[in-house]
């Protein structure tokens, strides 16, 4: 099953605020990836993560690989409305398994 | 990054006809595939992991005879819904494994199956 806590669930974001999510496990992993996914579509990915610590950024986006090997988190700065979507995390295990986090919704404040 | 295709992207079908849905690595060989099933603002459920040459590996309450996964060559893995009824109604979506120096997974764009 899901070993990975990934929060917060959703969210309402106002276009300009920085957004922040991460998620937390009780396994360590080797590898951590951020995925994005509109509607319909494929996750895309974001940004990978290949060392504890490691800090990464992408245009706006900007995750870290938790010291411990256990969590990780993105941010997102300066939101924009096409950043609303499903955001997942995924850490990969030894043998390459990746375990998927629940996701984030991002949503547009009206 | 690397490119995975994904056809069908929809397909609708009667029930107790079979669907097949093929993955694709474009621009490189993959030894591994994954298949997953996603239901509607869920995260993605592993169904079966793909190996080149081998049999597909199924998560725990996976009909194999139902999800059948074939994946003979480097660059396709295919997905087979057989007998399909309409609660196999779903998004599925494959990934393919890049694992040279570092770990990456690519994801195909889902194909939207409805049964009828």
């Known amino acids: 099953g899901q070993q990975l806590n990934q929060s917060p669930q959703s969210m309402f974001i106002q276009e300009g605020e920085d957004v922040s999510m991460n998620c937390t496990s009780s396994?360590?992993?080797?590898?951590w990836l951020w995925y994005k996914q509109d509607p319909g579509e494929g996750p895309v990915l974001l940004i990978a993560?290949?060392?504890?610590?490691e800090l990464t950024s992408n245009g706006r986006l900007t995750a870290q690989f938790g010291i411990t090997r256990k969590d990780s988190f993105l941010n997102i700065s300066a939101s924009i409305p096409s950043d609303v979507g499903i955001y997942f995390c995924a850490g990969v295990k030894y043998g390459n398994k990746l375990v998927f986090g629940a996701g984030t919704i991002l949503r547009v404040k009206s | 990054g690397a490119v995975v295709s994904q056809h069908p992207s929809r397909v609708i079908c009667k029930s107790g006809t079979s669907v097949k849905i093929e993955c694709r690595s474009l621009?490189?060989?993959?030894?591994?595939m994954f298949w997953y099933r996603q239901f509607p603002k869920q995260s993605l459920m592993l169904m079966a992991t793909s190996n080149e040459g081998s049999k597909a590996t199924y998560e725990q309450g996976v009909e194999k005879d139902k999800f059948l996964i074939n994946h003979a060559s480097l660059t396709l893995s295919t997905l087979t819904v057989t007998s399909a009824h309409p609660e196999d109604s779903s998004f599925y979506i494959c990934s393919a494994l890049v694992a040279t120096l570092n770990t990456e997974a690519f994801f195909g764009q889902g194909t939207r199956l409805t049964v009828v």
């Open positions: 396994s360590i992993f080797n590898t």
């Open positions: 621009d490189f060989q993959a030894t591994t």
């Open positions: 993560l290949y060392k504890a610590g």
